[in-house]
Each structure stands twice: as structure tokens, then as C-alpha cells.
């Protein structure tokens, strides 16, 4: 199968978030700085925490409360969202809740996800005092596309980055959300460029 697309016309853009501002923040950036040939029509989240940040880029914030991963009505409200405004690309950038089946299936190949690279090491809460306790040497993060599987989806780009034990908690988190931000710009970027193909299950990227 080929596609044709206008390369004047940009894709339209959903950001979803929750309380941490760094992935968000790199995007908004790159985007007003001409690095992403994109529009962000809109940024959601399962809190009110970043709205001004929004705010500050003159782009809509949506709240929508998630009590808890793949709520039917929250992910409704969600899908109209997405679909009134024409959204080409969800991007999570560090949306902390799970994406049921259904929206996944809906936006299927257009649902870039980042997360940490300690996976499936060191799941769940606290990842980084996990490892930092464990006495890792790299740490890194994974951009991919979001399946039904959690996490497992076809990997688009991954970096990593030494530490040691003159590290800190504090440390790694900093050093990790500084590959988390540049790991997902990357993805996004390629994404937008039209540089990603999926076969049997792989993201293949072409330079």
C-alpha cells in the first residue's frame, strides 16, 4: 500500500499528559522553534497541573479525569476530542494511564508512546530507586508505537546514558527525563518526516 500526502499541509497534533512538564515542554519548544513540522491543536490531561503551560503557548488544554486506566467515559470524551479536531498523532508524553484496546485499535499506528528503559527490570513504582538500589550503569529510555500490549509496541528510537555510584535518586531521574525528552523529539520529528515504516512488527526508520 502507498500513500500520498501534502508535505505543505501539517499534521494536526494531541499531546496527552499528566503532571510531569518535561516531554511536554521539549515538544512545545521544538514545535515554536520550527523543529517539528506539526500543528499541537491540543494538549489533554488527567490533571489540571499544566494547564498554564498551555496557556502560555496559546494552545486548548483539555482536563479530563481518568480515575483509573481505560475508563469508558473518559476515553470517549477523549475520541471526540481527537476526532472534532482532526488529530493525525497522539503523542504521550509521559501520560501516566493505560490506553485501552479500543482507542489504541482506533488511532493504531499513531500513538507514540516514551517510557523508561528499565522495563520490564524494574516495573511499576519508583523505577529509578529500584535501579539506583540495584547499582545500574545505564539508564536510558524507548520511544515506540502503542499497542494493545502495554509497552511492547514497535520501537522507534532509544537512547541511553552512563551512571554510577556517585549518582543520586535525584540524579537519575534528571538524567533520564533528559533522554526521555530528546528519545520522543526524535520519534515525533521522524514520525512528522514521514521516515518510519512498520513491518512485521518493527519500526523501520530511514535516515
Same mark, same amino acid.
Given at each position: 500500500?502507498?500513500?500520498?500526502?501534502?508535505?505543505?499541509?501539517?499534521?494536526?497534533?494531541?499531546?496527552?499528559?499528566?503532571?510531569?512538564?518535561?516531554?511536554? /515542554?521539549?515538544?512545545?519548544?521544538?514545535?515554536?522553534?520550527?523543529?517539528?513540522h506539526c500543528e499541537i491543536a491540543l494538549i489533554v490531561s488527567n490533571h489540571a497541573?499544566?494547564? =498554564?503551560?498551555?496557556?502560555?503557548?496559546?494552545?486548548?488544554?483539555?482536563?479530563? =479525569?481518568? =480515575?483509573?486506566?481505560?475508563?469508558?467515559?473518559?476515553?470517549?470524551?477523549?475520541?471526540?476530542?481527537?476526532?472534532?479536531?482532526?488529530?493525525?498523532?497522539?503523542?504521550?508524553?509521559?501520560?501516566?494511564?493505560?490506553?485501552?484496546?479500543?482507542?489504541?485499535?482506533?488511532?493504531?499506528?499513531?500513538?507514540?508512546?516514551? /517510557?523508561?528503559?528499565?522495563? =520490564?527490570?524494574?516495573?511499576?513504582?519508583?523505577?529509578?530507586?529500584?535501579?539506583? @538500589?540495584?547499582?545500574v550503569k545505564l539508564i536510558g529510555a524507548t520511544a515506540h508505537f502503542a499497542t494493545?500490549?502495554? *509497552? *511492547?509496541?514497535?520501537?522507534?528510537?532509544?537512547?541511553?546514558?552512563?551512571?554510577?555510584?556517585?549518582?543520586s535518586v535525584q540524579d537519575m531521574v534528571r538524567k533520564g527525563r533528559d533522554i @526521555?525528552?530528546?528519545?520522543?523529539?526524535?520519534?515525533?520529528?521522524?514520525?512528522?518526516?514521514?521516515?518510519?515504516?512498520? /513491518?512485521?512488527?518493527?519500526?523501520?526508520?530511514?535516515?
Amino acid at each position: 500500500a502507498c500513500q500520498i500526502r501534502w508535505v505543505q499541509q501539517p499534521r494536526r497534533v494531541a499531546i496527552f499528559v499528566s503532571r510531569a512538564d518535561h516531554c511536554l /515542554h521539549d515538544l512545545l519548544l521544538l514545535r515554536r522553534d520550527g523543529q517539528l513540522h506539526c500543528e499541537i491543536a491540543l494538549i489533554v490531561s488527567n490533571h489540571a497541573d499544566l494547564r =498554564p503551560i498551555a496557556d502560555r503557548f496559546e494552545i486548548p488544554f483539555h482536563h479530563i =479525569p481518568v =480515575p483509573t486506566s481505560g475508563n469508558p467515559e473518559a476515553e470517549d470524551a477523549q475520541l471526540s476530542l481527537l476526532r472534532e479536531n482532526d488529530i493525525d498523532l497522539v503523542v504521550l508524553a509521559r501520560y501516566m494511564r493505560v490506553l485501552s484496546p479500543d482507542f489504541i485499535n482506533a488511532y493504531a499506528s499513531r500513538i507514540i508512546n516514551i /517510557h523508561h528503559s528499565f522495563l =520490564p527490570a524494574f516495573a511499576g513504582a519508583a523505577p529509578y530507586r529500584q535501579a539506583h @538500589e540495584k547499582g545500574v550503569k545505564l539508564i536510558g529510555a524507548t520511544a515506540h508505537f502503542a499497542t494493545a500490549t502495554l *509497552d *511492547d509496541g514497535p520501537i522507534i528510537e532509544q537512547g541511553v546514558t552512563r551512571v554510577s555510584h556517585r549518582d543520586s535518586v535525584q540524579d537519575m531521574v534528571r538524567k533520564g527525563r533528559d533522554i @526521555e525528552r530528546t528519545v520522543l523529539a526524535r520519534a515525533v520529528r521522524w514520525y512528522l518526516e514521514d521516515r518510519i515504516i512498520e /513491518h512485521n512488527g518493527r519500526a523501520i526508520v530511514f535516515e
